[in-house]
């Protein structure tokens, strides 16, 4: 294991700097979604649901998670990335979110409600993010 290139008030401060809530693909999603129309029909962060879905559409009995591909496990370049420092701790980490967002999903479907994840990855193009966002919400 390395040593770590900041002191610990500074490591600190950065890991103090990744925000939970409010992140960049949030806001491009929540932006979609009031474009398409929805903009008074949802809630952020449902606090009384599985797993505090980013958005919750009550009267539909949807959810949409937006979840960032490094801290979720996804699948493509930037969540495939391992970490080279405390690889162990990190994969184990991951494995757990993971394992939380599958059982919160299957939480709420078996609660018939309607689940969507948008991945990080997949914010970057607004106009295939708008198609998925209006299929799921009809």
Not at 72 to 89: E, L, M, T
Request: net charge positive; with cysteine.
């Amino acid at each position: 294991m390395r040593a770590d290139v900041f002191d610990t008030a500074k490591r600190s401060a950065v890991m103090r700097a990744v925000k939970s809530r409010d992140t960049a693909p949030e806001l491009a999603v929540r932006a979609a979604v009031r474009e398409l129309g929805y903009a008074r029909r949802y809630r952020l962060n449902g606090a009384k649901l599985p797993g505090k879905p980013d958005l919750v559409f009550g009267a539909m009995r949807k959810a949409v998670f937006v979840h960032g591909c490094f801290w979720h496990g996804h699948d493509c370049k930037r969540g495939a990335r391992q970490p080279k420092d405390n690889a162990a701790y990190w994969r184990a980490k991951i494995g757990r979110n993971v394992a939380r967002d599958r059982a919160s999903l299957k939480a709420l479907r078996d609660d018939d409600w309607s689940t969507l994840v948008i991945w990080e990855c997949e914010t970057r193009d607004g106009a295939a993010l708008s198609r998925k966002l209006a299929k799921f919400l009809r």
